[in-house]
């Protein structure tokens, strides 16, 4: 039989997400994140670029605004109506202290029990190689968790009023080729679709496809494709860190 993937953690209130790139977790985890509002939870997110330096025919000053807006549009999809913007340059996000401590400045500004992130190893398994962008705000993010407790590495924070904040249990990786835990998708998918669907400038670029047809092929195969190891249910895998 194949191995199971557990059920995510339950036992918390406030999470947020971390990523680099608009899209990057409607792609991964948004049929997640909807069942965690439903459920009352509070999602905040941090997007390390605009994603300006991701569609091929907009310059970044005209992709900036505009994929921040859909960006805003998409979170509100699944009930997420607060999202920041760290302003790295999207595409050479580098990986060290300053990415560590925007990070840790957010954990202590939103207190999360649970930090999300998208994939940080170096691929999404097998030969597909993953992005330096994705690599850098992921491994920072799982660095972030601990330095946001610690009251003696980011001291200028608390300057800044930034208590520490010691409470991060868990980091789940969305996007990673090894999970370890699951979110059933059922009743977030269809939602997760139009999250993603609120990307429309990025996605009309990428495929020649009905933007509608493509996000519901695309996010349904992934679920459908964790199910086998979730008992059946379509599923959002994770890597989860605890802490
Ligand atoms: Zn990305």
């Not at 991701?54 to 992709?63: F, K, N, R």
């Not at 605004?65 to 997420?80: K, Y």
């Not at 999970?179 to 020649?208: K, M």
Request: glycine share 8%; hydrophobic share 40%; proline share 6%.
């Amino acid at each position: 039989m194949t191995e199971q993937l557990k059920p995510m953690p339950e036992d918390w209130r406030r999470a947020l997400a971390v990523v680099a790139h608009p899209d990057d977790l409607e792609y991964g985890c948004a049929a997640a994140v909807a069942g965690w509002t439903d459920a009352g939870r509070e999602v905040a997110y941090l997007l390390a670029t605009r994603g300006e330096a991701g569609i091929d025919t907009l310059d970044p000053e005209t992709s900036g605004p505009l994929r921040e807006r859909e960006q805003r549009a998409s979170a509100a999809a699944v009930g997420v109506s607060h999202v920041e913007f760290l302003d790295h340059r999207d595409g050479v996000i580098e990986y060290g202290i300053p990415l560590r401590r925007d990070i840790a400045a957010a954990i202590r500004r939103h207190r999360p029990e649970l930090v999300i992130t998208l994939n940080h190893r170096d691929t999404w398994g097998g030969v597909a190689w993953n992005t330096p962008d994705h690599r850098a705000v992921g491994r920072a993010t799982l660095d972030a968790a601990a330095d946001a407790g610690n009251r003696w590495i980011f001291p200028e924070l608390k300057e800044r009023g930034l208590q520490p904040w010691d409470g991060v249990r868990w980091v789940a990786v969305a996007g990673s080729s090894a999970p370890t835990h699951a979110v059933d998708a059922t009743a977030g998918l269809e939602r997760s679709v139009q999250s993603l669907l609120a990307h429309r400038t990025y996605i009309e670029v990428l495929t020649d496809e009905d933007p509608e047809t493509y996000c519901r092929t695309f996010l349904t195969g992934n679920a459908e494709a964790a199910a086998d190891r979730f008992g059946g249910r379509p599923a959002v895998p994770f890597e989860l860190f605890a802490r």
